[in-house]
């Protein structure tokens, strides 16, 4: 089992920053990559971005590329989303996840949730 804690989710105008973290336990946090996803009322939840276990490798999603950055600290056990330029339509709550099946962009095919954080953006 692996338990995930999300913090940093809040208000803020179109434009402003905010960094999301993920606090993990229950297995050993480098073995596993990572991944954010979101979700909008009445929407589908979305891929945000992935780093691999090391955190050498990361992918982002089209609508967020070049604004956001996915970063892991492995002595912390802690996953980092750093949102940047953000925009109305960022608006969603955030979910960290762990993949231990190699379920890059699928939700489906991550293995454990948080609970997510709020992140709303005012135009």
């Known amino acids: 089992q692996v338990q995930l804690v999300e913090s940093g989710g809040g208000l803020v105008q179109a434009g402003g920053s905010l960094r999301l973290s993920c606090a993990a336990s229950g297995r050993t946090f480098s073995n596993y990559a990572m991944g954010w996803f979101r979700q909008a009322p009445g929407k589908e939840r979305e891929f945000v971005a992935r780093?691999?276990?090391?955190?050498?490798?990361?992918a982002y999603a089209d609508s967020v590329k070049g604004r956001f950055t996915i970063s892991r600290d492995n002595t912390k056990n802690t996953v980092y989303l750093q949102m940047n330029s953000l925009k109305p339509e960022d608006t969603a709550v955030y979910y960290c996840?762990?993949?231990?099946?190699?379920?890059?962009?699928?939700?489906?095919?991550?293995?454990?949730w948080g609970q997510g954080t709020q992140v709303t953006v005012s135009s």
């Open positions: 996840a762990a993949d231990f099946s190699g379920g890059y962009y699928r939700p489906d095919r991550y293995d454990f």
């Open positions: 780093i691999s276990q090391s955190g050498g490798s990361t």
